[in-house]
């Protein structure tokens, strides 16, 4: 069984950064997606960005391409999530997941951490 601990979530000012950690522990099986989500009060979880380890292929949503980086570090078994120039609107839970074959498809996925929470004050 995957089990996913997120952290460093925190609080900062429109334009900073943080850098999420999503430690995986168990047996993730062969090529699977790792991805994050985050969903904000009254909204629906939304897809963040996604990597596939076949290849370390990555994808972002529109709304955070050119802001985000999704990494990972074997060694550490630590999926990460660098998040710069924020925003207001990227304030939210943010979880990570594995376990799917399509990244930013949330339905596929099988594992899920508790989340951890950003919030971008302006």
């Known amino acids: 069984q995957v089990q996913l601990m997120e952290s460093g979530g925190g609080s900062v000012q429109t334009g900073g950064s943080l850098r999420l950690s999503c430690v995986v522990s168990?047996?993730?099986?062969?090529?699977?997606?790792f991805g994050w989500f985050r969903q904000a009060p009254g909204r629906e979880r939304e897809a963040v960005a996604g990597l596939y380890t076949g290849g370390d292929i990555t994808e972002y949503a529109d709304s955070v391409k050119d802001r985000f980086i999704i990494s990972r570090d074997n060694a550490d078994n630590t999926v990460y999530l660098q998040m710069n120039s924020l925003k207001p609107e990227d304030t939210a839970v943010y979880y990570c997941?594995?376990?799917?074959?399509?990244?930013?498809?949330?339905?596929?996925?099988?594992?899920w951490g508790h989340g951890t929470q950003v919030t971008v004050s302006s």
């Open positions: 997941a594995s376990g799917a074959l399509r990244c930013l498809a949330d339905s596929g996925y099988t594992s």
């Open positions: 168990g047996n993730t099986g062969g090529r699977t997606c």
